[in-house]
């Protein structure tokens, strides 16, 4: 007897081409985001702190850590984020024929 998992709401979602295509753009400054936040985490900085050690305002933080506002942070203002967590933002061009393979590879070496 074969029984049927029942599929997630998340599954259910993905199946729909508009809703997966959306997905698939987003991820990438969701990801960051996340990573982000597990480096303030890490240090047990609050956006007030990463703030003042970037010569910034809590509400520019707040701003680039919302929904989609890292999307719209300049490179440098990101790599400057990054040093202040010690870290370093690497911005890097992935043929899209390689993605699948590469990106997995590279969230495991980068994984904390």
Request: hydrophobic share 40%.
């Amino acid at each position: 007897m074969r029984k049927n998992k029942k599929k997630s709401l998340f599954e259910k979602r993905m199946a729909d081409n508009d809703f997966r295509r959306r997905f698939e753009k987003e991820y990438p400054a969701f990801n960051l985001e996340v990573q982000i936040l597990n480096a303030l985490e890490k240090k047990g900085w609050t956006y007030s702190k990463l703030a003042k050690a970037m010569g910034t305002s809590k509400s520019n933080i707040s701003r680039d850590l919302s929904a989609r506002g890292i999307r719209l942070a300049r490179i440098s203002r990101l790599a400057k984020m990054a040093q202040v967590l010690d870290s370093d933002f690497i911005p890097l061009l992935i043929p899209q024929k390689k993605e699948e393979k590469i990106l997995p590879e590279i969230q495991k070496l980068v994984a904390t």
